[in-house]
C-alpha cells in the first residue's frame, strides 16, 4: 500500500522558517513527480511547488518563489519543504502527492495519484 506522511508543521511567528518531510513508503518514489500543494479554510488547494523525478527540475507559485525550496532524498524516499520568511497568508494544512514521473501540468492536483493527509502550518502576525 502506497502511503505518504507529512510532518513538521506548526504554529509560528510571521518570518520564521519551517521544514516540512514527506516520507513515501509502499514503493519506490525516485521516477515519481513530487508536488507540495496547500489548503486554507474556504478556499480551493493550491500549488505550491514540484520537484521532477531527476531533482534538476523545480517549479514553485509565484506567492513562494524566493521563499521556499523543495528538495528529495532518493535513499531515503523522503521530500522536503523548506519554508523561510513565512507569512500569515501562508497558513494553510500542506500536503505532499506524488505522481508519474512524466507530468507536465504539475501545477494542478489532479495529475497526482497519491496524497498525505496533511500537515497544519499556522503562521501567526
Known amino acids: 500500500q502506497v502511503q505518504l506522511v507529512e510532518s513538521g508543521g506548526g504554529l509560528v511567528q510571521a518570518g520564521d522558517s519551517l521544514r516540512l518531510s514527506c516520507a513515501a513508503s509502499?514503493?519506490?518514489?525516485?521516477?515519481?513527480?513530487m508536488g507540495w500543494f496547500r489548503q486554507a479554510p474556504g478556499k480551493e488547494r493550491e500549488f505550491v511547488g514540484a520537484?521532477?523525478?531527476?531533482?534538476?527540475?523545480?517549479y514553485y507559485a509565484d506567492s513562494v518563489k524566493g521563499r521556499f525550496t523543495i528538495s528529495r532524498d532518493f535513499a531515503k524516499n523522503m521530500v522536503y519543504l523548506q519554508m523561510n520568511s513565512l507569512k500569515p497568508e501562508d497558513t494553510a494544512v500542506y500536503y505532499c502527492?506524488?505522481?508519474?514521473?512524466?507530468?507536465?501540468?504539475?501545477?494542478?492536483?489532479?495529475?497526482?495519484?497519491?496524497w498525505g493527509q496533511g500537515t497544519q502550518v499556522t503562521v501567526s502576525s
Open positions: 502527492a506524488a505522481g508519474r514521473g512524466t507530468i507536465v501540468r504539475y501545477w494542478l492536483p489532479a495529475e497526482y495519484e497519491y
Open positions: 509502499g514503493r519506490t518514489f525516485s521516477s515519481y513527480a
Open positions: 520537484i521532477k523525478w531527476s531533482s534538476v527540475s523545480t
